[in-house]
């Protein structure tokens, strides 16, 4: 049984896969994790990879004071430094996984490489947390803002209400978290780095672009979020909305799967493990969830919002209703991902019109005569 993400030892430090280090996760390969501040993760994974002339890293982390601090020390302890650093390739471009690199990036005057899916949401990003005067047009007029609207046509109305008064109050200042990388990554390519070939190769679903980086003859897959060992990433909790998160994400599963069978090296989560067996099982996770989401909608149309008070979540099945309106709102999300895309395969239809609340609602295919 896999072990849940807040009690994982990872077996490259024998210690629980959080703690701060710089730790051999491979030949030539130290995984250093760094904080994430008040998330229920911890921390996120950065693969610090030897290469002839220094040090390439697979993502950032934060960009926080703590993170880079704890960054440099994990650096010192193998014997280089943020001098080292000669290239960011960044999985995608969450938080967690960009600010830093980027930001690092800028001064120590090496590239940070980015899939090109990722162009739309940093355009927003940028603008977001830029000048006041560069606000996307839905903060300048006061409409609502992306995550909240998404968040409103799932029918978890009180739950936008709340993510709209935050999102409302982000502040501008840290656009420079945000800007673009300097170089795009476009399909499939290799990645020379030192002797080493990575092939990078595009998975959307988590965001629209995702990239995993294969190193083949290591039998390593630097799987960013695309492949958690103890958790499954969130779906549909994307800017701008993608139209269907979760039919990229389960068509990106059978892309890594057909890859030969590579130890994995997450972003959150002890390292090791078989690609395949964990690709298998996040199959069967999204595919019974389809099936519960098809049998939720048995007694009339109803909203994601009433399809996720259903069933469990995480694996303790926690009631939607008792979780924190961070997860509610993922949880939400995650499942009208599920019902788009059982409408897409033909096994559900979406309302003409939403309901009086701004909710999108799912019902099943009409009985044929």
Request: proline share 8%.
């Amino acid at each position: 049984m896999t072990q849940d993400t807040a009690h994982s030892v990872s077996p490259d430090s024998d210690r629980h896969w959080s703690d701060p280090g710089a730790w051999p996760a491979a030949p030539g390969v130290h995984r250093i994790p760094l904080p994430l501040p008040e998330d229920g993760l911890k921390a996120v994974n950065v693969y610090a990879i030897e290469a002839d002339d220094g040090l390439v890293l697979v993502d950032g982390g934060w960009a926080i004071p703590q993170a880079r601090e704890l960054l440099e020390s994990s650096l010192r302890s193998i014997g280089s430094g943020l001098g080292d650093v000669r290239r960011f390739l960044v999985t995608h471009v969450h938080r967690d996984h960009y600010t830093l690199a980027r930001v690092l990036g800028s001064e120590l005057g090496v590239d940070v490489v980015l899939g090109r899916g990722e162009q739309p949401a940093l355009e927003y990003l940028e603008a977001l947390h830029g000048p006041e005067e560069e606000h996307p047009e839905d903060r300048r007029s006061g409409a609502e803002p992306l995550l909240a609207a998404l968040l409103r046509s799932t029918g978890a109305t009180e739950l936008a209400d709340l993510w709209a008064i935050i999102e409302k109050d982000e502040k501008p200042g840290e656009g420079h978290f945000w800007h673009r990388p300097d170089a795009w990554l476009e399909g499939d390519v290799p990645l020379a780095v030192g002797a080493r070939t990575l092939d990078a190769v595009h998975t959307p679903g988590h965001t629209p672009g995702h990239y995993v980086f294969a190193d083949a003859a290591a039998r390593l897959l630097f799987a960013g979020d695309h492949v958690l060992p103890t958790i499954t990433p969130s779906i549909g909790f994307v800017v701008p909305p993608d139209p269907h998160p979760l039919g990229d994400f389960m068509a990106s599963l059978t892309r890594v799967r057909a890859l030969p069978d590579l130890g994995l090296l997450p972003a959150h989560g002890p390292v090791g493990g078989s690609s395949h067996a964990r690709c298998d099982e996040l199959t069967v996770h999204h595919e019974d969830r389809l099936a519960l989401c098809l049998a939720a909608l048995a007694d009339g149309p109803r909203s994601a919002h009433e399809v996720a008070g259903t069933f469990g979540w995480t694996r303790h099945e926690t009631d939607y209703a008792a979780l924190d309106p961070f997860s509610g709102g993922l949880a939400a999300m995650e499942t009208k991902a599920h019902l788009e895309l059982l409408v897409a395969r033909g096994d559900a239809v979406r309302l003409t019109e939403p309901s009086v609340d701004g909710a999108l609602l799912f019902g099943l295919l009409p009985a044929r005569p």
